[in-house]
């Protein structure tokens, strides 16, 4: 990001932030230290005081209904259990008749939920149990509890462990008037209510610290309203592994937090993060996938307020043996892996994904919150980035240094040095004094820029952005009314205030091309430090006492506020073009529903070995719970690279979904040509390998689009029997056929490969090498490679000619690389428009074609076929591996009402590694025909 900021205090308080080397603990708060968290964490199982009250149950079109008592403080709460389109369920619990509004983050969902059929199948003075298509939910009355069953089944409990707690707003005690808020008294904890004079006295709860007001290091919270947390325990039976809740530096296969600190979903500017740690980072994501062998479930906890997630398991620290010794001796018990929420404010609002296939979760989850956006093809190919590219002739010298080395790249990218003094949507005009010349010269060789845009905006009266915000009533307040102010990189600045729906219209009146000026159509944009980062604030955040629009304090909103800013950043970018280009932005915040605009990142990682290794399970971590688009700092942030990291960072980022280069201002530059010859050449190599797949990821991308199906996989969603693959972290799979193990130890020679699937078979994308599935290779590497593999049965289409930008391959042909399975099968996809404009969507502008291959013959047929669209792409080549013999002829011809000349094709086979390669069948790909080898 540039110079350091020029004001001594901002430099002496960003440095007592960031601190020298890594992150500081101190600075960040332990679960002790949230006072809610401690609250809760504090309840013993076994002990809750909560009861269904069946006299109240009501079955109507939208659910079942029924009130629940805690029977200590004699407060009722609403409960309401729904089924949900498709085979999910949704659960909410909340205060009736409150003294105060709880939040509910639904701009999480991307519409509201279809209620699907339901009834009830039995009730007694204990139970009721709800019916749904193969499903049974039993709300229990004494202690309350829920079960859910599939299939008749145990897939989900709810409270099981009795640990449910909801804080109700109250006044505050020795207290005559009712606190802020407080109008409302209707049945406040302890009031005596018609008809209850012979009832059981209320026992009211005795207030803690930090019920109505906290510190944290200097800084006060005033909380005003009083304590409002919720927390419920949910368990999993039969299940070892659970997934997601991201984003954390941790295992992918969630730990158990028993003896250490629970996982925290709290959006933080954390510097240098630690790894293996269950802390807060950039975003958070309040989803968990559960599978075993026989099933896969999901859950969805809505809420955007601070939450804690306490995981535990009856298995935890068993060895292998130690499970194969109880296995022997006939006393094994079931696993189960129990988990407790908590959060600090909001309602109980939780959705039950009840699958049974990870397929169908993906989609359950995504069905909720909205499939991913479809990118543009540049947004998935290379980018080049750093803090920063100092001026024009650093641009110009950056852009051509690809060219001169014959390296594709499709996005050069502008920290916060090209603004004039950090003041967003202007430009430095001393080192950037013509930035649409600028911008077209790039976009003249198909290639596009990005600049930064941060919500923090600096207090000066003479920056438009800040006068119209302050003039308007835009920020941010502090609980004494005025504008909030923090210090961030500009100095002091304000925060729009983007749960405010004025703001963000606003906002994304701010991209129209006569508004920012020395904009283009080629300029797209990120959005960093929008958790919000404060840097003299608690947690280098928003106080969260602090008051937006509505009335709502920050720390109700805090999770999703991030998330607002890349929302409105992609609906500018929408309205610039009339809703006809796809936008796309970048952000380092977000919250579920965020996959609805575009692309996160890791965040601030470090050049190191341990980074690089990390970068994989957070990367699954986000991909399983529904943001597809992820992708980390190629080489490191922080730091400098050694050559091979850098070569093995490339090589992994290559076959990741979001592929971009950055650097912090302190390190060495380093672009390929700088390195020596053998790196650069490394480096071209695996730049290059992604941009001969790009055909196969933009298919991907558009199966994310439409089912909800991750690009980047673990195994086990492929092969979700598969148990030795259900704690795999090191290797994944890129949609269903490539399966890549990025090589992240230094002066690795070679690398142990698990290939899943009994009676599968894969092979080296290079060597075509066969391998059976089922079990586990060493693979010898070298500093040029790393392992991939295609999986026997798939199709996989490549454009393998050397362009400089993705745009520049359109009209270029196509290589089929068919992978027979063992019965001599494979089929594949392609999808094909014109990879920038919604016509694919809105006028179906677009190819999405299917291609088979059995008993020697490859069909390629329509899969879709309300689509439609022209292209000058055709079929040079195809590749077939494990053919066990060369056929005498091969044959082309079109089929059905498709006239094409049948002729015979030119081939050759090799019998060492059983492929054949079919020379320039010269067929569009528009086309529907068939290949027959004889």
């Given at each position: ?112 939920p279809t209620i699907a059929e339901a009834s009830i199948l039995a009730q007694d003075d204990n139970s009721v149990t709800l019916g749904f298509l193969q499903n049974k939910a ?646 040029t490679k790393i392992p991939v593999f295609q999986r026997g049965g798939t199709i996989v289409p490549r454009k393998e000619r050397i362009r400089r930008a993705s745009s520049l391959t ?125």
């Open positions: 990001m540039g110079n350091v900021p020029r004001p001594k205090l901002l430099l002496l308080l960003v440095l007592c932030v960031l601190g020298a080397e890594s992150v500081d603990r101190s600075n960040f708060k332990t679960c002790d230290q949230s006072s809610f968290c401690k609250r809760h964490r504090n309840l013993q199982p076994g002990m809750s005081p909560y009861r269904a009250l069946m006299d109240t149950v009501q079955m109507t079109p939208e659910g079942l209904s029924m009130k629940v008592l805690n029977t200590m403080n004699k407060v009722e709460l609403q409960l309401h259990l729904a089924a949900i389109n498709v085979n999910t369920a949704r659960l909410t619990i909340d205060e009736i008749n409150p003294i105060r509004e709880r939040f509910r983050p639904t701009d999480a969902l991307s519409k509201e039993v709300v229990t009355s004494d202690p309350f509890r829920i079960d859910f069953l599939v299939d008749d089944e145990l897939a989900i409990s709810v409270n099981s462990r009795g640990l449910m707690k909801f804080e109700q707003y109250r006044k505050r005690k020795n207290n005559d008037e009712p606190a802020e808020g407080q109008e409302n008294e209707e049945n406040q904890e302890g009031e005596k209510q018609e008809g209850e004079g012979e009832e059981e006295k209320p026992v009211e709860e005795e207030d803690e610290p930090g019920m109505w007001e906290e510190t944290f290091k200097s800084h006060h919270d005033s909380k005003p309203y009083g304590p409002s947390s919720i927390g419920l325990d949910f368990s999993f039976p039969g299940v070892e592994h659970v997934y997601g809740i991201p984003e954390h530096a941790d295992s992918f296969a969630l730990k158990t937090t028993t003896s250490g600190e629970p996982y925290r979903l709290y959006n933080l500017d954390v510097f240098e993060y630690e790894l293996h740690n269950p802390m807060a980072l950039y975003g958070s994501i309040p989803v968990m996938i559960a599978h075993n062998a026989q099933r896969t479930v999901g859950l969805f906890w809505m809420n955007a307020a601070e939450t804690w997630i306490d995981i535990s398991s009856n298995t935890a620290g068993k060895t292998v043996f130690g499970k194969m010794l109880d296995y022997v001796k006939g006393g094994s018990e079931m696993p189960q892996t129990d988990t407790h929420w908590i959060s600090e404010s909001g309602v109980i609002d939780v959705f039950f994904m009840l699958g049974p296939r990870p397929a169908e979760v993906f989609s359950q989850y995504t069905d909720l919150t909205g499939k991913p956006a479809m990118p543009p093809l540049f947004a998935i190919a290379y980018h080049q980035s750093r803090w920063n590219y100092n001026d024009e002739e650093d641009v110009k010298n950056v852009d051509a240094g690809f060219d001169d080395n014959d390296i594709p790249y499709d996005v050069l990218w502008l920290d916060i040095e090209h603004t004039d003094g950090k003041r967003y949507m202007t430009w430095d005009k001393h080192k950037f004094p013509h930035p649409v010349d600028m911008q077209d010269k790039v976009a003249a060789k198909g290639r596009k820029m990005v600049v930064i845009v941060d919500p923090h905006i600096k207090r000066d009266d003479n920056y438009h952005i800040h006068k119209d915000a302050k003039d308007h009533g835009y920020y941010v307040k502090s609980k004494d009314g005025g504008d909030f102010e923090g210090w961030c990189w500009p100095g002091s600045s304000s925060y729009l205030d983007f749960i405010n729906p004025t703001v963000r219209s606003w906002w994304a009146s701010r991209f129209e091309l006569g508004t920012f000026e020395g904009s283009t159509k080629n300029l797209f944009i990120w959005n960093d430090m929008n958790e919000p980062s404060v840097f003299n604030g608690p947690e280098v955040t928003m106080h969260k006492d602090a008051v937006h629009y509505g009335g709502w304090e920050h720390r109700d909103v805090h999770n999703i506020f991030g998330m607002y800013l890349p929302k409105s950043t992609y609906l500018g970018l929408m309205q610039r073009s009339n809703n006809k280009e796809r936008p796309f932005v970048l952000s380092r915040a977000f919250f579920s529903g965020y996959q609805r605009y575009g692309a996160v990142w890791t965040g601030d990682n470090t050049a190191e070995w341990g980074h690089l290794q990390i970068s994989i399970p957070m990367l699954l971590s986000l991909s399983v719970a529904g943001q597809s688009f992820v992708g980390a700092d190629v080489g490191g942030f922080f730091k400098n690279p050694d050559s091979e990291l850098l070569l093995r960072w490339y090589q992994a980022a290559a076959y990741q979904p979001f592929f971009r280069a950055h650097a912090h201002l302190d390190t060495r530059r380093r672009e390929p040509w700088l390195f020596d010859k053998e790196t650069m050449n490394g480096i071209r190599e695996a730049i290059r390998a992604r941009y001969a797949l790009l055909p196969y990821w933009y298919t991907l991308f558009y199966q994310a689009a439409t089912q909800g199906m991750p690009v980047m996989r673990p195994l086990w969603a492929e092969f979700p029997q598969d148990t030795s693959t259900f704690a795999t972290e090191d290797e994944y799979m890129i949609g269903n056929a490539l399966l890549a193990h990025p090589v992240t130890d230094a002066g690795a020679t070679g690398v142990q490969v698990h290939l899943p699937g009994e009676g599968e078979v894969w092979y080296d994308v290079d060597t075509h090498k066969k391998y059976n599935g089922g079990g586990t290779e060493y693979v010898p590497v070298t500093l359109n009209r270029d042909p196509y290589t089929f690389t068919i992978a027979l399975d063992k019965q001599g099968r494979a089929t594949g996809e392609i999808f094909v428009d014109d990879g920038h404009s919604f016509k694919y969507r809105d006028n179906n502008r677009f190819l999405h074609k299917n291609y088979l291959f059995e008993n020697n013959k490859l069909i390629s047929r329509t899969l879709d076929m309300n689509g439609e669209f022209e292209t000058k792409s055709w079929v040079e080549r195809i590749v077939i591996i494990g053919l066990p013999k060369a056929p005498t002829t091969i044959t082309i011809d079109g089929i059905r009402d498709i006239m094409i000349d049948k002729k015979n094709l030119e081939f050759r086979y090799t019998p060492d590694t059983q492929t054949l390669v079919i020379r320039k069948p010269a067929v569009n790909v528009a086309q529907n025909w068939s290949i027959t080898l004889q």
